[in-house]
């Protein structure tokens, strides 16, 4: 069995596959648990794990991991990837753009997907039906502008997301969840549409914390996979196992 854990910016994933790569459990949580990784290796017979963090390297883990488990990786911008990564910059490439990619490579082989991951920032990531990752590009997420409103102006209010059944804001208030509930929509459309022009039979997978969201405004143009980064995660230590088995 396969162990993949996700530590983002605010939330944590543990997840552990099957060998036929099912989704056996999974557990998020705000902060890393010591406590449900142990947890998790008692019960289940995980053999080999990948983790990927944004956050600063915890030494305790990955040496527990590397100790008790037959494989581990920790995935890095230098790993050798199961598709063709023709991102300039590497290095800066973040790991949940990269899995998420490859999962949805693996779901749609012989597609052009255009991977939208809407978070913390919304993300936009393309890799061709050759599994060529060409890049995409990055914004910020609904949360983030709705707190860029509030931090940058003297008297505009912090507002929170609600189902909106109307267009046009009449107070201050309703005048902000319009403007950037209406505008990530239109501006998620406007991406997807510049993509199918040059890509007719272009995929539209959507994953992330805000993918109902778009998920219920615009569920004919696009596809939601909730844990599209895990999977993509588990392909990745799969491929790794597998080269490491055929040296």
């Known amino acids: 069995m396969n162990l993949c ?14 060998e036929d790569g099912e989704l056996l459990q999974l557990i998020t949580r705000e902060r890393f648990s010591q406590k449900k ?4 290796l008692k019960k289940y017979p995980i053999r080999q794990a990948i983790l990927s963090s944004v956050r600063r390297r915890n030494s305790r883990i990955e040496r527990q991991l590397s100790s008790q488990l037959q494989h581990f990786i920790r995935l890095n911008w230098a790993l050798p990837l199961p598709v063709k990564n023709s991102y300039a910059t590497p290095e800066t490439l973040g790991n949940d753009r990269v899995a998420a990619v490859i999962g949805a490579n693996k779901l749609f082989p012989d ?3 255009l991977v939208i991951d809407a978070g913390t920032c919304i993300t936009y990531d393309f890799i061709t039906a050759k599994a060529n990752y060409l890049g995409g590009s990055i914004l910020a997420g609904i949360e983030m502008r ?3 409103l509030e931090h940058f102006t003297a008297k505009l209010p912090l507002v929170q997301r609600i189902d909106l059944d109307q267009e046009i804001g009449n107070t201050t208030f309703s005048s902000i969840q319009t403007g950037v509930q209406s505008g990530v929509v239109y501006e998620m459309q406007g991406f997807i549409a510049q993509y199918q022009k040059e890509y007719p039979e272009l995929r539209v997978l959507i994953t992330g914390g805000d993918a109902d969201f778009f998920e219920k405004r615009l569920s004919s143009q696009l596809f939601k996979v909730p844990n599209l980064v895990l999977m993509g995660l588990n392909q990745i230590l799969n ?3 597998q080269q490491h088995t055929a040296d």
């Open 5 to 18: 854990i996700d530590i983002g910016n605010s939330r944590s994933k543990l997840a552990v596959f099957s």
């Open 37 to 40: 990784l142990d947890k998790v």
């Open 239 to 241: 491929y790794h196992v």
């Open 111 to 113: 597609s052009d997907i």
């Open 146 to 148: 709705f707190a860029a």
